[in-house]
């Protein structure tokens, strides 16, 4: 079993920053892919970020290249989403997910195994 935790959402003007973080805890992340979906509210969830096992690949959404990078550090056992240029429209629950025994990419959540609860991130205009 894995377990995930997010942190580090929060309010933020549009065009500032913010920094997401992932813990996971249970096995060791490094060979696990990560990704960050989100969901805002009348929404699908959807397809953010992901980065391989290892930190092999990065794959990101269309809407959010460019301003934000996912990045993992294994010896912590930790994701993050740094958001840069946020705007109005990145409003959502932003969620990190945990793809067992996989190390490669997915956009697609029904790939990942092990969600955390979601961290509210709200871009005031």
């Known amino acids: 079993q894995v377990q995930v935790v997010e942190s580090g959402g929060g309010l933020v003007q549009a065009g500032g920053s913010l920094r997401l973080s992932c813990a996971a805890s249970g096995r060791t992340l490094n060979v696990y892919a990560m990704g960050w979906f989100r969901q805002a509210p009348g929404k699908e969830r959807e397809f953010v970020a992901a980065?391989?096992?290892?930190?092999?690949?990065?794959q990101y959404a269309d809407s959010v290249k460019g301003r934000f990078t996912i990045s993992r550090d294994n010896a912590k056992n930790t994701v993050y989403l740094q958001m840069n240029s946020l705007e109005p429209e990145d409003t959502a629950v932003y969620y990190c997910?945990?793809?067992?025994?996989?190390?490669?990419?997915?956009?697609?959540?029904?790939?990942?195994?092990?969600w955390g609860q979601g961290t509210q991130v709200t871009v005031s205009s």
């Open positions: 997910a945990a793809r067992w025994g996989k190390i490669t990419t997915s956009p697609n959540s029904y790939d990942y195994d092990y």
């Open positions: 980065i391989g096992g290892f930190g092999s690949r990065l």
